[in-house]
T-cell receptor, first 112, second 119 residues
């Protein structure tokens, strides 16, 4: 089945710096790739997603890039703020089962 | 509140007991998903419904787990003869699946979860 892996597991950045989280997937048929943010004790919330017909998508300080050949996509957060501290989950669609497979998550800590 | 809701938010039970959780999705959403999440892990897929039909179930899911969505609105997840290994956060999510010719997966909205503790 689809295998989704995230690196690094924990990332600490100084406030104002950029953070990059990489996610790899195994199923070349995957065509939808969302990123979710989960703050402590709260529900996961979508922050950005990308489909396979697009290479990059940006929303203010958040961007996602997709490399279909290498089967990886990355989340970029610029000008990090303390409220960006959270666990970030990537996911990839499994077309033949019509659902998502999630990675284990990355803990991002923004140091004021 | 028009978001996804789950009830109860917390459940403590003794090993061997049965428990049932409820999920109310966003009203116009035709897709409803159940996930399990343990500490330090991402959401693990359990099952999903398209309207009232259960279309997919995880191969790892024990026969002690069953889910229903009788009228295509709310859903229940039942765990029979609970074990300590069932302790986890159970998340529900809903989405609107669009398109018949080229169906598209869209954003899943998560509920707050039900935290289950099996003693």
């Amino acid at each position: 089945g689809e295998n989704v892996e995230q690196h690094p597991s924990t990332l600490s950045v100084q406030e104002g710096d950029s953070a990059v989280i990489k996610c790899t997937y195994s199923d070349s048929a995957s065509n939808y790739f969302p990123w979710y943010k989960q703050e402590l004790g709260k529900r996961p919330q979508l922050i950005i997603d990308i489909r396979s017909n697009v290479g990059e998508k940006k929303d203010q300080r958040i961007a996602v890039t997709l490399n279909k050949t290498a089967k990886h996509f990355s989340l970029h957060i610029t000008e990090t703020q303390p409220e960006d501290s959270a666990v970030y989950f990537c996911a990839a669609s499994i077309p033949r089962e019509d659902r998502l497979a999630f990675g284990k998550g990355n803990q991002v800590v923004v140091i004021p | 509140d028009t978001g996804v809701s789950q009830d109860p938010r917390h459940k403590i039970t003794k090993r061997g007991q049965n428990v049932t959780f409820r999920c109310d999705p966003i009203s116009e959403h035709n897709r409803l998903y159940w996930y399990r999440q343990t500490l330090g892990q991402g959401p693990e897929f359990l099952t999903y419904f398209q309207n009232e039909a259960q279309l997919e179930k995880s191969r790892l899911l024990s026969d002690r787990f069953s889910a229903e969505r009788p009228k295509g609105s709310f859903s229940t997840l039942e765990i029979q003869r609970t074990e300590q290994g069932d302790s986890a956060m159970y998340l529900c999510a809903s989405s609107f699946r669009t398109g018949r010719v080229e169906p598209k997966m869209n954003e899943q909205f998560f509920g707050p979860g039900t935290r289950l503790t099996v003693l």
